[in-house]
């Protein structure tokens, strides 16, 4: 059965204390400072019954819209089928 992935990630203007922790123990860890920032998000699979069209990625993307992020605070950034 095909499977859809949802990416939600933070708002570039909100604080993301957790990517900063990880930012913090990334350098602690490893001495490196390549690392600059973090940004911690989410990512949901779906597995759908149905053929993947774009109809079905527009009826997830609202359902990404209304259910999966919060979008006071953040964005879908990709609705795509699983390779």
Do not use: C, Y
């Not at 400072?33 to 949901?44: D, E, L, N, Q």
């Not at 999966?68 to 390779?83: F, K, M, Q, Y």
Request: net charge negative; hydrophobic share 50%.
């Amino acid at each position: 059965m095909p499977v859809i992935i949802v990416e939600v990630m933070p708002k570039a203007e909100i604080l993301d204390p957790q990517g900063k922790a990880v930012t913090a123990a990334i350098r602690r860890l490893d001495g490196s400072t390549a690392v600059s920032a973090v940004r911690i998000g989410k990512r949901f699979e779906l597995t759908v019954d149905a053929p993947v069209d774009g109809a079905m990625l527009a009826r997830v993307r609202e359902l990404a819209d209304e259910l999966l992020a919060n979008t006071v605070i953040e964005d879908v950034i990709s609705v795509r089928e699983a390779p």
